[in-house]
């Protein structure tokens, strides 16, 4: 496949995937009723947007140097050593070189800060947590901390980890919403969610004009805690976890991942937007739908995989 059609279909990917896809997926209904089927479609956009954004980039610029991707590296590779460049060069295609190379860098580098700066962060406030908190008796990583208002929230780590509930929650929640809480938080913990949202988090600060990115780090935000609540309805029944969701929320404390602070505060990063998060999730469990089918939840995962190879597929046939 010649390199400018190769590019110009990378190009056709990445607005695709920058604007009409995920707007329609952020505006409909079904992933509150598969809402790990809907995160695995959020990722695989995130990967396929960002690689053909990078490569319809990288390939137009290499257009000057030749109709094949691996004949026009090579032929690049030559000008760079030869300080010449080839006779049909414009100013785009070296503005489209320098972009592609920049994009990816700086993309890259930020993904890399955003987990530095979060592991520094949890490692500070697990330390605060040890020192000001008390163990919850029979429940090993569990940590008590004295405050008023109903707060829960987890601090993932590979070393440590702990989930962190208040006084006021114990005391404003019975048993069972308690123990919802505890297996929300735990699933948490175990699925990893806090690596999903900084990959989300950091596409979002690298590209805080790209307007997609705040509508999927929302989305994914949203998507997490209702695969949370997912493991928690095994637990629990789904009007006891609605109703220690609502209160926790009513209390203005929401459910947070503290490894993800953004590094500029000493406190523990809230996510945001915080009573955003609770009404979908309480509407889900009192309004219960059906999860999609196994047709559906096929067809999703066809086109996530289709999505996710689409890029490298062009790039290699160029």
Known sequence: MPVII?????????????????????????????????????????????????????????????????????????????????????????????????????????????????????????????????????????????????????????????????????????????????????????????LVLLAFKSWHSALPWFPIANRAENAVALLVEMIADDRARRDVDDRTLATAIALVGLGQQPEVLATTSDGESDEPWISSPERALVAPRVYRLINQALPLSRLATMAVFVTAIALALAPAIVLLRA
């Open 6 to 194: 190769s590019a110009a279909l990378l190009g056709v990917i990445a607005v695709t995937l920058a604007w009409p896809f995920p707007l329609v997926l952020a505006r409909s209904d079904w992933p509150a009723r598969s809402p790990g089927v809907a995160l695995v479609l959020w990722q695989a956009i995130a990967l396929s947007g960002g690689m053909s954004m990078i490569g319809s980039l990288l390939l137009y610029g290499l257009v000057p140097f030749g109709n094949a991707l691996p004949q026009s590296v090579i032929a690049l590779g030559y000008s760079l050593r030869s300080g010449t460049l080839p006779a049909d060069t414009r100013f785009t295609h070296v503005l489209a070189l320098g972009a592609a190379i920049l994009l990816s860098t700086h993309l890259l580098l930020n993904l890399f800060a955003t987990f530095v700066r979060a592991e520094r962060q949890r490692r500070r406030h697990y330390t605060l947590i040890a020192l000001l908190s008390d163990p919850l008796n029979g429940q090993p990583g569990m940590r008590v901390i004295d405050h008023p208002a109903p707060v829960a929230y987890c601090l993932p780590g590979a070393g440590h980890s702990a989930t962190v509930l208040s006084k006021g929650l114990l005391r404003l929640l019975d048993a069972d919403q308690v123990r919802a809480v505890i297996a929300h938080e735990r699933a948490h913990l175990v699925q990893q969610h806090h």
